[in-house]
Structures are given as structure tokens and as C-alpha cells.
């Protein structure tokens, strides 16, 4: 099984020009962040795992500081094309349509964003907080839904490890005791000021 930290061993600069064969001479059309190669290397390989693939490789993770996890983070669906295909489907159906990704506070405090209407808002608090896991019994961040929440999130918990410093793995399962503990992953990724989506991250940051 890969690991995440391999990849950063093939793109070895800050910025990679991209180039293209025209006229008869290469000429370079622009670059693109190592960073963002990176991700869209990592998100390469994790889409070739399996659920079952995915329980190994969470757990060889280790786990992060709350206080690292601040601001906002777009979300990608990561994994088996079926589960890719249902996921957004699914979470649709329990209120959470457009699902753009979550939003962490200092005081702990954080929340899913949604997009609608091309606004970024937030629903669905949860508390950022240091659990032992349910998934592998080791150290984990983990997001609780608060209770005032709709049915099913009450019962849901995204337990969390980095991947890096601005990329974070995700776990979401239901959190019932007599529900096995089948987990679905997410990936996501810290709003840098200087990417495309840096305008949505501001106004989401002044919720």
C-alpha cells in the first residue's frame, strides 16, 4: 500500500512549469503548484482503495493537535467509484446538498460548508475534539455533531488524522453501539490565499 509521504518525493521543486509542444517548440503555458500535484497524485491513489484498504491505511496515520485544525478546508470524496457516486447522493437526502467542506474555529468549534446559490454557509455544528478511536482503538481528532443536530448526524462522528500540514483524511461512520463500525472516507485540504477558492474561504472565515 502507498504512503502519503512518498509522493512528495516526486515533485521535488516549489513550482512545476507545465509546457506544450506548439510551432515546433515546447513553450510553457504557465505552473502549477507542487502542492496541488501532490493532491491530485494522492487523491489518485487513494481512489484505487478499498473500504477495507482504506482501515489500514487510516490507521498507519498518526494523529494530529486540535489546535492545528483552523480554518477553512475544502472537501473531496475520495475512494471506490460507487462510493464517490453515492456519497453526495446519500448526504443529500440528510440535508447536506452542495457539501463544499468544513470550517474550523479556534474555540474548537466547527462546522460543514455548504455551497447554494453560489454563498458558502455553514451547517451542522460540531465540536473538534481528542477521542481514542472507535476504528483501531489509537489516538484520533475527532468531529461530534452536536445533539441539536437532524437525525442521523447526532449519531455520526467524522474521526480525523493528517496527512500532512494541510491535507487531513476523514472517517465518517454511525456511532451506535450495536451499528458495526463501517467507515467512509473524505479528504480535505486547508484554503491557501493564493488558490482559486481563496475568495469562498475568506467569506466563510467571517461567519
Do not use: H
Not at 440535508?95 to 458558502?120: H, P
Amino acid at each position: 500500500m502507498f504512503k502519503w509521504e512518498s509522493l512528495k518525493t516526486q515533485v521535488p521543486c516549489t513550482q512545476c512549469p507545465l509546457w506544450s509542444m506548439g510551432g515546433g517548440r515546447w513553450v510553457k503555458l504557465g505552473a502549477f503548484s507542487c502542492r496541488e500535484q501532490v493532491m491530485a497524485d494522492g487523491i489518485k491513489e487513494l481512489d484505487k482503495l478499498s473500504l477495507r484498504d482504506f482501515s489500514q491505511f487510516y490507521k498507519d496515520l498518526v494523529v494530529g493537535d486540535t489546535a492545528v485544525l483552523q480554518g477553512v478546508y475544502r472537501g473531496m470524496y475520495v475512494g471506490p467509484g460507487w462510493l464517490k457516486t453515492a456519497g453526495p447522493r446519500v448526504i443529500s437526502l440528510r440535508g447536506l446538498s452542495g457539501w463544499w467542506g468544513k470550517l474550523f474555529q479556534a474555540d474548537g468549534e466547527a462546522f460543514n460548508l455548504v455551497e447554494r446559490d453560489g454563498r458558502i454557509e455553514p451547517i451542522f455544528p460540531m465540536r473538534l475534539e481528542s477521542i481514542t478511536s472507535k476504528l483501531d482503538s489509537a489516538p484520533a481528532l475527532a468531529l461530534i455533531y452536536d445533539a441539536g443536530n437532524p437525525f442521523p448526524w447526532p449519531n455520526i462522528v467524522d474521526e480525523l488524522r493528517p496527512l500532512d500540514e494541510t491535507a487531513v483524511l476523514g472517517m465518517t461512520y454511525f456511532n451506535v453501539d450495536a451499528v458495526p463500525k463501517i467507515a467512509f472516507p473524505f479528504l480535505i485540504q486547508k484554503i491557501e490565499k493564493d488558490t482559486e477558492s481563496a475568495e469562498k474561504a475568506q467569506r466563510a472565515e467571517r461567519i
